[in-house]
């Protein structure tokens, strides 16, 4: 398994305020990605990573911020947490953008927004 | 808009048998697929991919077809197990220096005993 891990498993939290969940590897990989999972919506990409500091949005990025200060770690914040975004998130990492690298998933955290 | 289609959000298959989970994509410039295996409270794994430039693609129990004219894909696994059971996510890419993948919105299959 690809050593991925994500922090906090669990959280509940309350509308409005700040969240930050953070995701960690240990296999040196370039490029990380932040996903949402929702009934209906399957994986919907976040932000993602192609280096440290380098990021970029993807398709349902408003809400989210990012950051990568260095290579093992992406953390997600939320900066005012809404209902909407009470979701599954998954961490992904990704050797290379070569064909056939697929991306690796961390274990999910689990987010409520009361 | 969804680009890539799961238009089954369920399949019930006996143990032994074939399970045919579907995909369908909208972008043409997709030239990567994949398919993701995910068990409850579990980040996804990865499970087959191909490439637009191959038809069909096989590891073990698992093969996936590539029908570029019709933008549709399918994982045949052959023979069903009940550990078979989980939600699977078919995944596109458009290549470019990301690699970003777009997910379908996932099958639930369960292969009864």
């Known amino acids: 398994d690809a050593g991925i891990t994500q922090s906090p498993r669990h959280k509940v939290t309350e509308t409005g305020t700040p969240v930050t969940l953070r995701c960690h590897q240990t296999e040196n990989h370039r490029y990380m990605y932040w996903y949402r999972q929702d009934p209906g919506h399957g994986l919907r990409l976040i932000h993602y990573?192609?280096?440290?500091?380098?990021?970029d949005k993807g398709e349902v990025s408003d809400g989210y911020s990012v950051s990568r200060s260095k290579t093992e770690d992406f953390l997600l914040t939320l900066e005012s947490a809404t209902s909407s975004q009470t979701s599954v998130y998954f961490c992904?990492?990704?050797?290379?953008?070569?064909?056939?690298?697929?991306?690796?998933f961390g274990p999910g955290t689990r987010l409520t927004v009361l | 808009d969804q680009q890539v289609k799961q238009n089954s959000p369920s399949l019930s298959v006996q143990e032994g048998r074939i399970s045919i989970l579907n995909c369908d994509y909208t972008?043409?410039?997709?030239?990567?697929f994949l398919w993701y295996k995910k068990y409850p409270a579990e980040g996804p794994t990865f499970l087959i991919s191909i490439s637009s430039i191959k038809d069909k693609n096989e590891d073990g129990r698992f093969t996936v077809f590539l029908n570029k004219s019709a933008k549709h894909l399918s994982l045949h696994i052959v023979p069903s197990q009940p550990g078979d059971s989980a939600v699977y996510f078919c995944a596109a890419s458009e290549g470019g220096a990301t690699n970003k993948l777009i997910f379908g919105t996932g099958t639930l299959l369960a292969v009864q005993p």
């Open positions: 992904a990492i990704s050797e290379s953008q070569d064909r056939g690298h697929e991306q690796f």
């Open positions: 990573s192609y280096g440290v500091k380098d990021t």
């Open positions: 972008n043409s410039m997709f030239d990567y």
